[in-house]
């Protein structure tokens, strides 16, 4: 049973099996929207602090071992009842624990100056099953993860911070696997300031709403009505840089348009005209354009006209 508050995106939760699963959603109340990504392996290359092995799962098998295992679980994400959860890991209370171990994480945090409370670390690092080559997935909650962007630029503007080599962005890039080119990525890319490089090891810094903000409406997949390619108005970027990404916008059919790729998180600011294309989808009284109906997002993207054309 959960004791604490809800899970919420970016946490991460173990099923009674041992597989763990990082929270890909906020509306957590009876079934905890998340995805597979690590379950327990005799042969595995991951290693916890209990000498245990796990196996990193790739989206596709993830989604293939639970239609076969735990078909109860599927959804448009996976969605583990409540019932079936035995711990939760929270970024922002085992923050300490891996600061202790890893230098760069204590390096990030005086960096960033915000309340302790308000950041935490995601991923392998949370699941105490980080190797050498791992990233590191930093989050602060909330309205101070711009003020830890602000200290983000001037530390790397003062040199506390080494800039990302255009061999890491070349990385990223490759990684992300964009619908376009890798021109027109690093324009919008440089801009945000959502990632970075300490000592070598590339980091996201990542935003998720305080439980302030979050409301507890349903992830659920609308009426399709096809791809769509939309030029508009942002009218509000507030949520830009949320899973899902949320742009409102002037146009004539579409209200909304949702990333939930990463890639396109920040790609807009509120007042500049964007080009996007993905699926369209009817909400109640309104229809929303979905970037990211796949993993790779192919076919699908979010770019800002105004940007380009200064």
């Given at each position: 049973?959960?004791?604490?508050?809800?899970?919420?995106?970016?946490?991460?939760?173990?099923?009674?099996?041992?597989?763990?699963?990082?929270?890909?959603?906020?509306?957590?109340?009876?079934?905890?929207?998340?995805?597979?990504?690590?379950?327990?392996?005799?042969?595995?290359?991951?290693?916890?602090?209990?000498?245990?092995?796990?196996?990193?799962?790739?989206?596709?098998?993830?989604?293939?071992?639970i239609?076969?295992?735990?078909?109860h679980?599927?959804?448009i994400?996976?969605?583990v009842?409540?019932?079936?959860?035995?711990?939760?890991?929270?970024?922002?209370?085992?923050?300490?624990?891996?600061?202790?171990?890893?230098?760069?994480?204590?390096?990030?945090?005086?960096?960033?100056?915000?309340p302790?409370?308000?950041?935490?670390?995601?991923?392998?690092?949370?699941?105490?099953?980080?190797?050498?080559?791992?990233?590191i997935?930093?989050?602060?909650?909330?309205?101070?993860?711009?003020?830890?962007?602000?200290?983000?630029?001037?530390?790397?503007?003062?040199?506390?911070?080494?800039?990302?080599?255009?061999?890491?962005?070349?990385?990223?890039?490759?990684?992300?696997?964009?619908?376009?080119?890798?021109?027109?990525?690093?324009?919008?890319?440089?801009r945000?300031?959502?990632?970075?490089?300490?000592?070598?090891?590339?980091?996201?810094?990542?935003?998720?709403?305080?439980?302030?903000?979050?409301?507890?409406?349903?992830?659920?997949?609308?009426?399709?009505?096809?791809?769509?390619?939309?030029?508009?108005?942002v009218?509000?970027?507030?949520?830009?840089?949320?899973?899902?990404?949320?742009?409102?916008?002037?146009?004539?059919?579409?209200?909304?348009?949702?990333?939930?790729?990463?890639?396109?998180?920040?790609?807009?600011?509120?007042?500049?005209?964007?080009?996007?294309?993905?699926?369209?989808?009817?909400?109640?009284?309104?229809?929303?354009?979905?970037?990211?109906?796949?993993?790779?997002?192919?076919?699908?993207?979010?770019?800002?006209?105004?940007?380009?054309?200064?």
């Amino acid at each position: 049973m959960l004791r604490m508050l809800p899970p919420r995106l970016r946490d991460f939760v173990e099923d009674n099996d041992g597989w763990l699963y990082a929270v890909a959603a906020y509306d957590n109340i009876d079934r905890i929207g998340c995805i597979l990504r690590y379950i327990p392996d005799p042969d595995g290359e991951r290693v916890n602090r209990s000498g245990i092995r796990y196996q990193k799962l790739d989206f596709e098998p993830a989604y293939q071992l639970i239609k076969d295992t735990k078909p109860h679980y599927l959804d448009i994400i996976h969605r583990v009842p409540t019932s079936d959860v035995k711990r939760v890991l929270k970024p922002e209370i085992e923050l300490p624990a891996i600061a202790s171990r890893d230098s760069r994480v204590r390096k990030l945090m005086e960096i960033f100056s915000v309340p302790a409370s308000l950041m935490g670390c995601t991923g392998s690092l949370l699941c105490g099953l980080e190797i050498e080559s791992s990233d590191i997935d930093f989050i602060v909650y909330g309205s101070d993860w711009f003020i830890a962007r602000e200290r983000l630029i001037s530390a790397v503007k003062s040199g506390r911070l080494e800039p990302m080599s255009e061999e890491l962005w070349e990385t990223v890039y490759s990684k992300r696997k964009p619908e376009i080119s890798f021109d027109d990525f690093i324009l919008h890319e440089k801009r945000k300031w959502n990632r970075g490089q300490i000592e070598g090891t590339y980091f996201d810094l990542l935003y998720s709403r305080g439980y302030e903000e979050i409301r507890n409406d349903p992830s659920v997949k609308g009426e399709v009505f096809g791809p769509l390619t939309i030029e508009a108005l942002v009218t509000d970027a507030t949520y830009a840089y949320d899973n899902p990404a949320v742009y409102s916008v002037a146009h004539e059919k579409i209200s909304q348009v949702l990333s939930f790729t990463h890639t396109y998180s920040g790609q807009a600011i509120r007042g500049e005209m964007i080009q996007a294309r993905g699926i369209c989808e009817r909400h109640g009284d309104e229809y929303w354009l979905i970037v990211g109906t796949t993993r790779e997002a192919r076919g699908e993207y979010i770019k800002s006209i105004t940007l380009l054309e200064q």
